[in-house]
């Protein structure tokens, strides 16, 4: 719905996020580090980035290994 609005011309976005996940990477940052998950608002941010290739490849990085 954000990649939609975001191309629409004459509109301003805003989004208010939840933030819920609570799987996989995004737990384990929640539960060792006490943030709250990024999953949710990382896709927000993807879907109104100017260069969402770009911006894909960065903010979604994964790391090899099993340590922090």
């Known amino acids: 719905m954000l990649c939609a609005l975001r191309d629409m011309e004459?509109?301003?976005v805003s989004a208010v996020v939840s933030m819920?996940?609570?799987g996989g990477s995004t737990?384990?940052?929640r539960d060792?580090?006490?943030v709250l998950p990024p999953g949710d608002i990382?896709?927000?941010i993807?879907?109104?980035s100017a260069d969402?290739?770009?911006a894909r490849k960065i903010l979604?990085?994964?790391f090899n290994g099993n340590g922090r």
Do not use: T
């Open 42 to 44: 990382l896709k927000c």
């Open 10 to 12: 004459g509109i301003e």
């Open 27 to 29: 737990g384990r940052l």
């Open 20 to 22: 819920v996940d609570s």
């Open 46 to 48: 993807l879907a109104l």
């Open 52 to 54: 969402r290739d770009s």
């Open 60 to 62: 979604q990085k994964r």
């Open 32 to 34: 060792e580090l006490g």
